[in-house]
């Protein structure tokens, strides 16, 4: 097993510079799938500031504000609705067309950041499940680019912060607060983020699927996109926004449930931010994660790398020497 922080498969490691080197006729794609709160915001607010500079590395982008003008219609559809079949079809159809068009302008690979493609957080509240459908959704993207899809790369969080901010999102989108039988079930729900990976890595089978820990990344956009490329380029370094996940504190969510004529005293004192977890819930959430990143540390059943070395350039070095 290769030494230091970037884990890769044992199976892999003589593989380590074909992985990263790759080269296709076509463009590659990188998909960037979030999970929501890990700082896609601040990601995408990076992006949208260096668009051009990274489109003379020969890096295309397209972000929440390219892919939800209905570029991606039909393909993150449930199945069994009306009409879906064709929706999807329609959908397959356009994205191959603007990636054809991206190639013809000759670009050497374009990254695609939507958490949008794992699921919404709603549906992982309603369903009581981490990003259920993950797996399905990401399949339909593998088909939809047609064979183009190189990385993928997924930003995981400690569990007792992303249930608690999905919870708050939801509370603020109109969801009451949650009961205790509820939270009991979101501590004890059978997918954590290994489940997810897993599924992403089944639908992907030809990708690379890269995860990093928000803990160690999640402020840092311009190393995202250069773990993204490989270290292909040096990204700029300019334009950091300092955004933070804007998950709602509990000033605002007492406004919320006043405007909804509802017990605002349902919720602690304080101002900072909501976690209506219990310290034994809190405790079972980050053994699982602790549990999900040593899986990854471990190898990941060669399904997934870990990055947590600090720089880019010295993550690929590893790689590429294999040790």
């Given at each position: 097993m290769m030494d230091g922080n970037l884990f890769r498969p044992d199976a892999m490691?003589?593989?380590?510079?074909?992985?990263?080197?790759?080269?296709?006729?076509?463009?590659?794609?990188?998909?960037?799938?979030?999970?929501?709160?890990?700082?896609?915001?601040?990601l995408t607010?990076?992006?949208?500031?260096?668009?051009?500079?990274?489109?003379?590395?020969?890096?295309?982008?397209?972000?929440?504000?390219?892919?939800?003008?209905?570029?991606?219609?039909?393909?993150?559809?449930?199945?069994?609705?009306?009409?879906?079949?064709?929706?999807?079809m329609r959908g397959a159809g356009r994205v191959r067309l603007r990636c054809a068009a991206l190639e013809k302008a000759r670009a050497k690979e374009l990254l695609v950041c939507d958490p949008?493609?794992?699921?919404?957080?709603?549906?992982?509240?309603?369903?009581?499940?981490?990003?259920?459908?993950?797996?399905?959704?990401?399949?339909?993207?593998?088909?939809?680019?047609?064979?183009?899809?190189?990385?993928?790369?997924?930003?995981?969080?400690?569990?007792?912060?992303?249930?608690?901010?999905?919870?708050?999102?939801?509370v603020q989108n109109g969801f009451p607060l949650p009961l205790g039988a509820e939270l009991d079930r979101l501590v004890t729900?059978?997918?954590?983020?290994?489940?997810?990976?897993?599924?992403?890595?089944?639908?992907?089978?030809?990708?690379?699927?890269?995860?990093?820990?928000?803990?160690?990344?999640?402020?840092r956009p311009d190393d995202m996109v250069e773990f993204a490329v490989a270290g292909r380029f040096g990204a700029p370094a300019n334009l950091r926004s300092g955004l933070r996940p804007q998950v709602p504190h509990l000033n605002a969510l007492r406004e919320v449930l006043v405007d909804r004529q509802e017990d605002e005293e349902d919720l602690p004192d304080g101002s900072g931010r909501w976690q209506p977890f219990e310290a034994g819930q809190v405790e079972t959430l980050r053994e699982i994660y602790a549990a999900d990143l040593a899986w990854l540390r471990s190898g990941a059943e060669g399904l997934a790398y870990l990055i947590e070395e600090k720089e880019p350039s010295l993550a690929r070095n590893r790689a590429l020497v294999g040790t």
């Open positions: 490691q003589n593989a380590g510079a074909v992985a990263f080197d790759k080269v296709h006729d076509n463009m590659d794609v990188i998909l960037h799938v979030g999970a929501h709160m890990t700082g896609v915001s601040t607010y990076y992006l949208e500031r260096n668009r051009r500079k990274l489109r003379n590395q020969g890096l295309a982008l397209w972000t929440v504000s390219d892919t939800r003008k209905g570029l991606f219609d039909g393909l993150t559809l449930r199945s069994g609705l009306h009409g879906v079949e064709r929706r999807r949008g493609i794992l699921g919404g957080l709603s549906n992982n509240i309603s369903s009581e499940r981490l990003y259920p459908a993950a797996g399905e959704r990401a399949a339909r993207m593998t088909h939809a680019f047609d064979g183009r899809v190189k990385r993928v790369f997924i930003i995981v969080r400690s569990l007792e912060d992303y249930w608690a901010g999905a919870l708050a999102h939801a729900q059978p997918r954590s983020w290994r489940r997810v990976i897993t599924d992403l890595a089944c639908a992907m089978p030809d990708a690379e699927i890269l995860v990093a820990p928000f803990e160690r990344i999640g402020d």
